[in-house]
């Protein structure tokens, strides 16, 4: 039997054509069109918001930070129509959480003033956090872009 490795302990040299180089992701994505929307999201019925969240899918892989999205990978929504749900509580940054009675906070969205409110249940007052701040800037631009039509 012969061997397959070369005399010297290198790779066998290959008779195959060689390899073209592969394009990153990153080539690829900017190939697409700015209005590009993912094949995970061609049935979301919404185009601005499923352009909105391929775009922010994209901009994820190249460094925003997922607390700064505005529209929700999981529900496939605006952040102000599901930011209400459990899933949303984030005990690690902040995220709708009292860190005093350690609890979830309320979020009351007014869509057509473009408000949030977020209170915590037992204090019935807002926390002074970075992460409240953020989700309440996070879902105000969401409710800007919503309802520029």
């Known amino acids: 039997?012969?061997?397959?490795?070369?005399?010297?302990?290198?790779?066998?040299?290959?008779?195959?054509?060689?390899?073209?180089?592969?394009?990153?992701?990153?080539?690829?994505?900017?190939?697409?069109?700015?209005?590009?929307?993912?094949?995970?999201?061609?049935?979301v019925a919404d185009q601005r918001l499923a352009t909105a969240l391929t775009a922010e899918d994209r901009s994820e892989e190249d460094g925003l930070d997922p607390l700064e999205r505005v529209t929700c990978r999981t529900h496939r929504r605006w952040l102000h129509d599901c930011v209400s749900s459990p899933l949303h509580v984030v005990i690690v940054t902040g995220t709708r959480w009292c860190r005093k009675c350690e609890c979830a906070l309320n979020v009351a969205i007014d869509q057509p003033a473009g408000d949030v409110a977020v209170r915590c249940p037992s204090f019935d007052e807002t926390p002074a956090t970075r992460a409240t701040r953020q989700l309440v800037r996070a879902c105000r631009a969401g409710l800007a872009i919503a309802s520029d039509r």
């Open 1 to 43: 039997m012969e061997s397959q490795h070369s005399p010297r302990g290198f790779a066998p040299a290959t008779t195959a054509e060689p390899i073209a180089p592969r394009r990153n992701r990153r080539d690829r994505l900017a190939l697409q069109p700015a209005d590009f929307v993912a094949p995970r999201f061609a049935d």
